[in-house]
């Protein structure tokens, strides 16, 4: 598959996961983000802002060809309106990059890296073809959080047991 139908194909999957995604960051609570499960889990708050930012990973890895840990921006999000808002605009960055594709551009690599020392390197197309899996993983943790906590799961793929209906 050439690069820029793969990328218009990754664009469509994307969305089709957007809005179960973004239902799921409508309803977390950012007033405790450092609740976590176990004290080897993610804190709440980084886990919901994770997600949030996955979008903004394809951005990264077609426009920059590298995601360094130390220097990664991550933005302050102190409401569920924020995190809901963030999701969207990465979102958006990323439709927009992966619509931009020109043949070729997928086949450079991509590096990924603490303080300037390469941790992983793989072409662009691999890791933009993972990150959509990243995303759902991440979303189903969160999904457990949102059970612990007893904030209603929406409906991702079939009804939830709080969203019978689809009713999101």
């Known amino acids: 598959m050439n690069d820029q139908l793969f990328a218009a194909e990754f664009?469509?999957?994307?969305?089709?996961?957007?809005?179960?995604?973004?239902?799921?960051?409508?309803r977390i609570p950012?007033?405790?983000p450092a609740w976590k499960p176990h004290e080897k889990s993610m804190e709440f708050g980084y886990l919901a802002r994770l997600v949030a930012e996955i979008p903004?990973?394809?951005?990264h890895i077609?426009?920059?060809s590298e995601i360094d840990f130390a220097t990664f921006q991550h933005k302050d999000i102190k409401t569920t309106k924020e995190l809901a808002d963030h999701f969207k605009e990465n979102?958006?960055?990323?439709?927009e990059v992966l619509l931009g594709v020109k043949e070729g551009d997928l086949d450079e690599m991509f590096y990924?890296?603490?303080?300037?020392?390469?941790?992983?390197?793989?072409?662009k197309r691999s890791q933009v073809e993972s990150a959509i899996n990243h995303m759902v993983h991440h979303r189903g943790q969160l999904t457990v959080y949102m059970r612990l906590n007893d904030i209603a799961v929406p409906s991702i793929y079939g009804p939830s047991a709080d969203d019978k209906n689809f009713g999101g």
């Open 30 to 32: 950012m007033d405790n």
């Open 91 to 95: 979102v958006s960055g990323a439709k």
């Open 112 to 123: 990924l890296k603490a303080n300037g020392n390469v941790l992983f390197s793989s072409s």
């Open 56 to 59: 903004l990973w394809i951005t």
């Open 62 to 64: 077609i426009k920059h």
């Open 11 to 26: 664009a469509k999957e994307l969305e089709a996961e957007t809005t179960s995604t973004l239902k799921c960051l409508e």
